[in-house]
């Protein structure tokens, strides 16, 4: 099992700058896959971000160039900086970690991000 605690969030005004982060504990190998999905009320959740160990990352065509992922690998600890926030990025942001040597995907429980004047 792997445990994913988040934090961050909150109420933002358009153009703002916010920070997620989440720290995996438990059955963690170096090679899982880390990230941020996110889900708006109405829609399926989607990707935001992954990153692995060795620095790869992968993001969301509608957030390139605005948010970027952090791994902290001794720490186990995943950022989501995010800059230019629009109305449209307000969603609950979850964090994920995925293995890809065995079986198993793992969610926290997310936080909600608002971005509105």
């Known amino acids: 099992q792997v445990q994913l605690v988040e934090s961050g969030g909150g109420l933002v005004q358009p153009g703002g700058s916010l920070r997620l982060s989440c720290v995996a504990s438990?059955?963690?190998?170096?090679?899982?896959?880390m990230g941020w999905y996110r889900q708006a009320p109405g829609k399926q959740r989607e990707l935001v971000a992954t990153?692995?160990?060795?620095?790869?990352?992968n993001y969301a065509d509608s957030v390139k160039g605005r948010f970027t992922i952090f791994k902290d690998i001794g720490k186990n600890i995943i950022d989501l900086h995010m800059h230019s926030l629009k109305p449209e990025d307000t969603a609950v942001y979850y964090c994920?970690?995925?293995?890809?040597?065995?079986?198993?995907?793992?969610w926290g429980q997310g936080t909600q991000v608002t971005v509105s004047s």
């Open positions: 994920n970690n995925r293995h890809t040597i065995e079986s198993g995907n793992y």
């Open positions: 990153i692995t160990n060795g620095g790869e990352t």
């Open positions: 438990g059955r963690i190998f170096s090679s899982d896959v």
